[in-house]
């Protein structure tokens, strides 16, 4: 079982960057799949970003295409999401997870079986 420790949030002003990281301990996650998602106060869960196994395919929600930008270190079994020009509109506790084997490209959400305990980003306005 893998377990995943998401890192990096805080409290920032709009227009500022931040870097989450998510950390994999238990099994290498080289050979899976990862995604972002994130959920608002009174929000359903959303997905934002995914990366293939190898990163060389990524994949982003629209509302975030263009601001952040996923990259994973598989040496370090470590997936990261650059988020530049934040907005009030992504306060959100943010989540990692890992793929299921052979997933589809990009997975489903149902195929996301592993879930770290999430980061809470805020932007102010």
């Known amino acids: 079982q893998v377990q995943l420790v998401e890192s990096g949030g805080g409290s920032v002003q709009a227009g500022d960057s931040l870097r989450l990281s998510c950390a994999a301990s238990?099994?290498?996650?080289?050979?899976?799949?990862m995604g972002w998602f994130r959920q608002a106060p009174g929000k359903e869960r959303e997905f934002v970003s995914a990366?293939?196994?190898?990163?060389?395919?990524?994949y982003y929600s629209d509302s975030v295409r263009g601001r952040f930008t996923i990259s994973r270190d598989n040496a370090k079994n470590t997936v990261f999401l650059q988020m530049n020009s934040l907005k009030p509109e992504d306060t959100a506790v943010y989540y990692c997870?890992?793929?299921?084997?052979?997933?589809?490209?990009?997975?489903?959400?149902?195929?996301?079986?592993?879930w770290g305990q999430g980061t809470q980003v805020t932007v102010s306005s």
């Open positions: 997870a890992v793929a299921t084997y052979g997933s589809s490209w990009p997975p489903r959400p149902y195929e996301y079986k592993n």
């Open positions: 238990g099994r290498t996650v080289s050979n899976y799949a």
């Open positions: 990366i293939i196994w190898g990163g060389g395919s990524t």
